[in-house]
């Protein structure tokens, strides 16, 4: 149907990006590529009235429009629903190093130009001059049959440094190589000191990316790459690279406690190198989550090299004083503390008593401070194994 009223509107429409990229590596490599999670369409050509007229033929709504001329599109069609990004041809202007582009709308060539890597420049027609035409001008097709990730001029990371983190993703997502233009625009950016400028949340933004958007089982190697292409540092992110392994095994360990929100936080905190937290600045964070995680780190390092000798409930009642998200970064910083700490959040955080406070007043217990301290009791008698059910809770109150 957008074909159909491309065609009568005389507005070229195509597919581009990850779209064609993967079609095309499939029937390269006969590779399982996932499905595309999203459609690139663009169209070369006045994108509102287009929708206008497409969602007055077919059930749909524009959910988003962006200042970049593009719309994110539900359309719901045979009791499906399709999300769809309608994009307009458009040409980008770069006016200072690492800031965002100035776009305008353009020719289908300059929309191909103003791309990250030559494998996402290639572009399939829809409709007339170019219907059912691959359109490569920048060889992207040979690249994609080398396996190599090129940028398509030498100033792009100048221009946008979250391509070089893009560009990583690709390497390591297909199992492909850097081209020497890569690591020559690399240069570019370093002499530039372009990643410096990059905003903090255009930074954590493309390190979520990794979390979220990459197969779990990629992750070492996503951080290897970046940490051996010096990019934290050049980013003046000062990070740990031996949190590595703990921040990677404790994100598996939690798959279904915690939210994906959360997940990425921890994930951010994790990475940094817990002697200069304050490099948390340069993400984003604001004071006073920097300020809380300074203070709970110095809780945890005053206990630090009696941990051993601490008993499991003295242990417990330091956990609780330490919101989740934070806890489960300190024990990405303290391995010492990390066997407990799972197991605590897993299991004794939620051992609850099976009596109720009116249970135990019906029990004779008196109201007041005492209901408290008892239930407290049985909770860490359980815990700790000496009691397991309502029939032992009973008993252990009658004694008290
Ligand atoms: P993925 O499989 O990771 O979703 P994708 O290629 O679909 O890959 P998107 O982030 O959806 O990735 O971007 C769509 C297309 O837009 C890319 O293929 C690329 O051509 C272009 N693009 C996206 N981000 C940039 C950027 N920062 N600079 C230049 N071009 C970009």
Not at 45 to 51: A, C, E
Not at 328 to 352: A, H, N, Q
């Amino acid at each position: 149907l957008a074909r159909d009223i491309s065609k009568k509107r005389r507005e070229f429409l195509y597919f581009a990006g990850g779209v064609v990229r993967d079609y095309l590596l499939k029937r390269l490599y006969k590779k399982r590529i996932p499905k595309p999670k999203d459609l690139d369409l663009v169209l070369q050509g006045n994108l509102k009235s287009f929708l206008k007229e497409l969602l007055e033929k077919v059930k749909g709504q524009i959910l988003f429009e962006s200042q970049f001329l593009t719309y994110k599109v539900k359309i719901n069609l045979n009791g499906k629903e399709f999300l769809i990004d309608f994009i307009t041809a458009r040409k980008e202007i770069y006016e200072d190093i690492a800031k965002l582009p100035k776009v305008f709308a353009s020719h289908f060539e300059d929309d191909i130009l103003r791309r990250d890597f030559t494998i996402n420049a290639l572009i399939i027609g829809l409709s007339p001059p170019y219907e059912g035409v691959l359109i490569d001008l920048v060889e992207g097709e040979e690249d994609l049959k080398k396996g190599l990730i090129k940028p398509l001029y030498l100033n792009s990371f100048v221009d946008d440094p979250t391509r070089i983190f893009r560009g990583i993703r690709y390497k390591i997502r297909f199992g492909f190589n850097f081209s020497e233009d890569f690591f020559l625009a690399l240069k570019k950016c370093f002499e530039k000191s372009a990643l410096k400028k990059l905003s903090g949340t255009r930074l954590a933004n493309e390190l979520k990316l990794y979390l979220t958007k990459e197969p779990e089982k990629n992750l070492k190697n996503l951080l290897m790459t970046t940490y051996e292409l010096n990019l934290f540092e050049e980013a003046e992110l000062k990070i740990n690279k031996k949190n590595f392994n703990s921040l990677i095994s404790l994100l598996k360990e939690l798959k279904g406690e915690i939210s994906e929100r959360e997940k990425e936080k921890i994930f951010l905190f994790g990475l940094v190198d817990s002697r200069f937290l304050e490099s948390l600045y340069r993400l984003g964070f604001p004071d006073s989550e920097i300020k809380e995680l300074i203070k709970y780190k110095k809780l945890i390092e005053e206990n630090l090299s009696n941990w051993e000798k601490l008993s499991l409930w003295e242990k417990i009642k330091i956990f609780e004083k330490i919101p989740s998200i934070y806890l489960l970064t300190l024990g990405i910083y303290f391995p010492k503390i990390k066997k407990d700490l799972i197991k605590f959040f897993k299991e004794y955080r939620k051992v609850k008593p099976e009596l109720t406070g009116e249970e135990l007043i019906k029990l004779g217990v008196k109201e007041g401070k005492e209901i408290g301290a008892l239930l407290e009791l049985i909770r860490k008698e359980k815990i700790e194994g000496k009691i397991k059910n309502e029939e032992d809770e009973k008993n252990l109150v009658i004694q008290f």
